[in-house]
């Protein structure tokens, strides 16, 4: 038996950062997916690889441990989490592809996340829903960073544009289709969780400055909501601006992200703003009917992709329920 599953990552388009402590935040699936298949191992061995990034690890599931034995397995550590949720520790073949840049900020851990519980899942014959797969996910990113919001499982699981509330709920948007974006990253990775708690130490820090800060992000979300809902582009732009400058103030940009929006919006971004944790990663620019431009000019100097919104969530061969 094989088992294949496949979830696509994300963009964040408001709320970085600010959702950890319980604000709203806007994000978007996009077309760019992890894909985990499973199958019984031809031999007593448990081996992990990767064609996409190049490497190749045999699993100790029982100890949570691997042997490398080619590349470097930067997002491991989620995969052998996820087989801690329901793995009974035979040997099994797995192989990951991955379209998503590691470190851009588009989610490639979450979409690894959701894909390999979603194929263990199936592959041992166990029924589930998006709901409790998303809620699995979570768990597993919470237990590899040590703080995570449930936004990047989510989307990733449900798919589509969403608006995550202060109280958990997601609420997708139907009218995205007519939003343009290019994706600007750097070869320079972020570290999630790293930056997570460097934001943390800040605000205990200062709680006097960063709430403030903190409450505002998820003000300028709410106000992001109503601009999409209204197909507001000039409002749009205007508050992405507005989200970079406190993201800014976070200590969460680099001067690689920096630059990369200060281009953008030079070569017809109406709005850009660092996507993501920050640190290195990505940065999303608005630019209705400018895509091809900005594209050229990103790739130029880093590296750019141009995305779509993906309506799909997990794909996988048995979907017991669509809640």
Do not use: W
């Amino acid at each position: 038996m094989e088992s294949i599953a496949s979830a696509p990552g994300k963009t964040i388009l408001f709320g970085e950062h600010a959702v950890v402590y319980g604000e709203p935040a806007i994000a978007g699936a996009v077309n760019r997916r992890a894909t985990v298949k499973i199958k019984k191992s031809t031999n007593d061995l448990s081996i992990l690889k990767s064609e996409d990034l190049g490497f190749e690890v045999e699993l100790d599931t029982k100890k949570g441990t691997y042997t490398l034995k080619k590349g470097k397995p930067g997002i491991i550590r989620y995969i052998l989490e996820s087989l801690s949720k329901g793995h009974d520790h035979s040997p099994i073949e797995m192989d990951l592809s991955l379209a998503i840049p590691i470190g851009s900020g588009l989610g490639s851990s979450a979409a690894v996340t959701v894909a390999t519980l979603a194929a263990l899942y199936q592959y041992h014959g166990k029924k589930f829903n998006k709901k409790f797969l998303a809620k699995q996910a979570h768990e597993v990113e919470l237990k590899v960073q040590g703080i995570a919001s449930p936004l990047d499982t989510s989307v990733s699981t449900y798919g589509g544009l969403v608006y995550l509330s202060r109280d958990k709920k997601i609420v997708k948007f139907k009218n995205n289709s007519n939003l343009s974006f290019v994706i600007g990253y750097t070869m320079k990775h972020g570290n999630t969780g790293k930056m997570v708690k460097s934001v943390k130490a800040l605000k205990n820090k200062y709680p006097k400055i960063f709430n403030p800060i903190i409450k505002t992000i998820g003000e300028i979300t709410d106000e992001a909501k109503v601009a999409i809902v209204n197909n507001d582009k000039k409002r749009l732009a205007e508050l992405m601006n507005c989200n970079q400058g406190l993201l800014d103030s976070l200590g969460v940009n680099t001067k690689e992200l920096s630059r990369m929006v200060y281009i953008s919006r030079k070569h017809g971004a109406i709005g850009s703003k660092l996507t993501g944790a920050g640190g290195g990663g990505s940065i999303i620019a608005y630019c209705p009917g400018r895509e091809n431009q900005v594209y050229r000019i990103l790739n130029k100097y880093d590296n750019a992709i141009k995305v779509n919104f993906s309506r799909e969530g997990v794909i996988y061969n048995t979907l017991t329920d669509e809640s």
